[in-house]
């Protein structure tokens, strides 16, 4: 009986999450397959930015917009240095993107049958705290729960649907 409980606990737990895994089907302007978890948002008020997370057959790119009282211009210098909940953990990723005073910055990563070593990180931990730095401007914007727990959500939901293009 207790067996049984637990089995429909953890089969139940699976379900739902593969529920929450739907990305969007694209294509790219060479129209080959691309998969996105669409414009997110995270942070609230004056400190917030979008985030969609698009994997093709290459690669995997993060596409930031930051928002509000945010930096606006960008450079191969501008970095997103993330904060984990555990408060020792941080990774520093540089934008990939052109230079631009869009609010908009990119980070890339490979796509291959092993998932990127940041893009696992995000997919195994929670997000405390991001911190955007720009040409023009620094700004550190804190995760709610909801946050934290939407980041690791859409990286798990990339970094495994993501293999499904190669």
């Known amino acids: 009986m207790m067996r049984t409980f637990f089995a429909i606990l953890i089969f139940g737990s699976v379900s739902a999450y593969s529920q929450e895994c739907s990305l969007k089907k694209d294509?790219?302007?060479?129209?080959?397959?691309?998969?996105?978890?669409?414009?997110?948002?995270?942070?609230?008020?004056?400190?917030?930015?979008?985030?969609?997370?698009?994997?093709?057959?290459r690669d995997i790119d993060f596409f930031f917009e930051?928002?509000?009282?945010?930096?606006?211009?960008?450079?191969?210098?501008?970095?997103?240095?993330?904060?984990?909940?555990?408060?020792?953990t941080k990774m520093e990723l540089k934008n990939t993107g052109a230079t631009n005073c869009n609010s908009v910055m990119h980070v890339t990563f490979r796509n291959g049958m092993v998932t990127h070593a940041y893009l696992q990180r995000l997919s195994t931990k929670k997000v405390a705290t991001i911190h955007i730095e720009g040409n023009d401007k620094k700004i550190d914007i804190n995760f709610s729960e909801a946050d934290k727990t939407l980041m690791q959500n859409s990286a798990t939901c990339v970094a495994k649907e993501s293999k499904t293009l190669l």
Do not use: Y
């Open 66 to 88: 930051v928002r509000g009282m945010g930096p606006k211009c960008f450079n191969e210098e501008s970095t997103i240095t993330v904060l984990f909940d555990d408060g020792k």
């Open 27 to 57: 294509v790219d302007d060479n129209n080959q397959p691309r998969l996105t978890t669409g414009f997110l948002s995270f942070g609230k008020g004056s400190t917030n930015f979008l985030l969609s997370m698009d994997a093709g057959k």
